[in-house]
């Protein structure tokens, strides 16, 4: 193969009761990313559009994830990647993690894919490292796995995949407003109860286990966070207000995209995704920023090439 | 029906990472309990073999949980219950679950059925309420149902039954000291560090996993707690040795059974269960109590009928 476009969506991290644990894939927000040969030796990126990202391998997430494969793979070509950007960054919906995804996945075909995708996850997080400063796998592993991506453990990186229910829609809004991390950090208690610790792993293991079971009623039970929405929720204009009219089309429920701005709702089938949509949009009417809304399936197979 | 007979089984609570939301039901270690209409209405326990407990209903877990039940059903004839103790009072195992989700079928059951299992949970924790303070389902909840019990919430209760992989067997001992539950309770911190919880949710999240794909390499990367284990086990004697053979003989994992002072371990098979039986029996050789060792496969159903 000398050539290869592929879509890298975007993803949920952070799912709720899944904080710092649990990712999901998005399956119609995503980045293009095209991958050629070429005779010098190396990795270059040439051309980005849709967003005003540095070209230089060591400051892009894309150059710094693919740098880290290029020097395990130490392919005898040159490899050159186009970026389309089409997820805005520091929306909460993965937008570097795509970028990292995407060039580890599109090198890695270049090279005659002699790694697996879970094998992928590492590099990629070598990525999210530059602009996290923490090499996390929640957004990632979504992206190159689909499906939800448990993330067991981060010494041994351990990470389960899981298929999502057939019929499970996310609806996601993404408020254009500024929310630095390290504000979304900074909110965060560094000591939890016990008490508070068993109902997050109650409904945590229950999120999983209705995953498995496509139990829609039990997913929906187990959408609330111990941990970081009571804090961080408050930096998040209408928070309440998005979850209220969610709950009110019949949602399952949903919490925080990520760290925030964004905030996701998952539902059963795509009317009420849509009508939860419509409600949202109500809600931000007369905001003085720009929203974004997004109705998508979950994607179970992650990144995908294009014809 | 006029008669019954059942076996009701010991359970494992506080499944390492499942800590106050998981436990497991054991197949051959568990007492026999009769029931029989009577003409005069009203619940009376008629005999008691294999322990020194009192008849008197309201200081029996069987006597609290069968008159709860009572209450609600008001049967117009009466029900005598002999109880037949093979599990040892204070051993971890769910002694007092079991008589409690023993009584609480049996009446169902002559009464015809008219609650199903996972509606008689509620019935069987009155009766651990009396000896625990609290009413505590990760006994009772595995004993009726059978498999792995996963406690989502108990406000509202909210159980999810998992079965368990087909090969998976239980080593259980008990050593013969006694361990007041106050004790047990007293070691606990009431607090835990952000990074310990999401640790234990990783964990939690992936053994439920585990159950649902048979993935036994995956269950016993996860057998590990972070909330009780580290502070309670100082309490059990060569609590690390035990662990330690267990893990050569190429056990799975394991941990404190409920609150102690038995220990349990998973393995892949019976003849690993065996071997860590053997090991553990050496460790014991010279200590100045006794130890009841048990071997058993998970029982997938809980409950039983005897013919």
């Given at each position: 193969m000398k050539e290869i476009k592929i879509y890298s969506p975007a993803t949920i991290a952070n799912v709720s009761c899944g904080f710092d644990v649990l990712g999901l894939c998005l399956d119609n927000v995503g980045d293009e990313m095209i991958f050629r040969q070429s005779a010098e030796r190396g990795l270059r990126i040439v051309e980005i559009t849709g967003a005003d990202l540095p070209l230089a391998l060591e400051k892009n997430v894309a150059g710094v994830a693919g740098q880290a494969l290029m020097e395990h793979l130490n392919p005898d070509f040159g490899i050159e990647m186009t970026i389309h950007k089409k997820i805005k960054a520091g929306?909460?919906?993965?937008s570097s993690a795509a970028s990292a995804a995407g060039a580890v996945y599109g090198i890695n075909a270049l090279c005659g894919?002699?790694?697996?995708k879970k094998e992928l996850i590492y590099y990629a997080m070598q990525g999210e490292a530059l602009v996290s400063g923490a090499a996390h796998a929640d957004n990632v592993a979504p992206a190159l796995l689909g499906g939800f991506a448990f993330i067991r453990s981060y010494d041994p990186l351990d990470i389960v995949s899981i298929k999502a229910p057939e019929q499970l829609y996310a609806t996601v809004i993404h408020p254009q407003i500024e929310l630095k991390t390290i504000d979304s950090r900074s909110v965060l208690k560094q000591t939890v109860t016990l008490k508070q610790a068993i109902t997050q792993c109650g409904n945590l293991g229950g999120l999983i286990s209705a995953l498995y079971t496509s139990d829609y009623d039990l997913l929906g039970r187990c959408l609330?966070?111990?941990?970081v929405e009571p804090k961080?929720?408050?930096?998040?204009?209408?928070f309440k207000e998005l979850k209220d009219v969610a709950a009110k089309c019949g949602a399952l429920g949903g919490g925080i995209s990520g760290a925030g701005p964004s905030v996701f709702v998952l539902s059963k089938g795509k009317e009420v995704a849509e009508c939860v949509a419509q409600a949202m949009k109500a809600i931000v009417a007369n905001v003085d920023y720009a929203c974004d809304i997004h109705v998508s399936p979950i994607n179970q197979t992650g990144i995908r090439e294009l014809i």
């Open positions: 929306s909460g919906i993965g894919y002699p790694l697996s609330h966070d111990e941990f961080r929720s408050v930096l998040i204009p209408n």
